[in-house]
């Protein structure tokens, strides 16, 4: 109760300034108005320096009022964040942080995550396809298995295979389909050290998503790999070449005296 009535003070007290200001502008309009008569008429009756030392002093206090105007809105505003805008902020704060722990509690991978980090990587990969089944959209389970595939297990068929029915599974986003290509891609290419079916696996994103920052990532990609096939291939031309020199040079070399 006592919060309403300070805003009901401060509301009238904000008011009563305002209406001051106001009807201190006025008044100088006024009288500025009459001024500017008082001179085209030649100001008969001399009434012009003492209309001005009035205006002057209205002046001054419109500036008054239009600070006590200031001080008082800002004390109604300060009051109000404080008592209103504040704890309504805190109460939202605080609900975020307890609703985001209790859905990290129920997160539909904890088990998965739990297993893996006691080592049980069978365990954790079923664990996993539950979290999928249960959440059809979701990519990070799939990407999770095929990882633990690759880096746990050592078994990088499995991961590619992991990958290709994730892909198969279902119609994606273009997101997280571009996404799948590229790890697909780099599966073949960084630990397979099949670099064909890498590029191959490129072109597609090129042709699947044409416009798009995938299509360009993977025509970056493709413009690296062939500058590197071609370096390599100098490289061999030229240990080709040297390797030639040295048969040549060993053959005509002279010899011993019987």
Do not use: C
Not at 15 to 34: A, D, F, H, R, V
């Amino acid at each position: 109760m006592m919060k309403w009535l300070l805003y009901l003070v401060l509301a009238v007290l904000v008011g009563g300034s305002w209406m001051l200001y106001s009807n201190t502008g006025k008044e100088m309009k006024i009288k500025q108005e009459l001024v500017e008569k008082l001179e085209e008429a030649g100001d008969p009756d001399e009434k012009v320096p003492k209309l001005e030392g009035e205006i002057q002093a209205l002046e001054g206090q419109k500036t008054f009022n239009g600070i006590l105007l200031a001080f008082l809105s800002a004390g109604l505003v300060g009051i109000f964040f404080v008592f209103q805008v504040l704890p309504s902020l805190a109460h939202r704060a605080t609900h975020a942080v307890y609703d985001s722990a209790e859905m990290m509690e129920h997160d539909v991978m904890h088990d998965a995550r739990s297993l893996l980090a006691q080592g049980d990587y069978q365990g954790a990969i079923e664990a996993f396809k539950q979290a999928a089944a249960a959440d059809p959209t979701n990519r990070l389970p799939w990407v999770e298995i095929a990882k633990i595939y690759k880096d746990n297990i050592g078994d990088s068929a499995a991961a590619i295979q992991t990958i290709r029915h994730a892909l198969e599974s279902q119609a994606w986003e273009v997101n997280d389909a571009a996404y799948f290509l590229f790890r697909l891609a780099e599966l073949y290419d960084e630990v397979e050290g099949d670099r064909a079916s890498a590029t191959a696996i490129m072109h597609q994103v090129v042709e699947q998503f044409p416009g798009t920052r995938h299509s360009a990532n993977a025509s970056h990609k493709l413009h690296e790999w062939e500058q590197q096939a071609t370096a390599q291939a100098a490289n061999a031309e030229e240990e080709e070449y040297l390797a030639r020199m040295r048969a040549s040079q060993g053959g005509s070399g002279p010899r011993n005296p019987s």
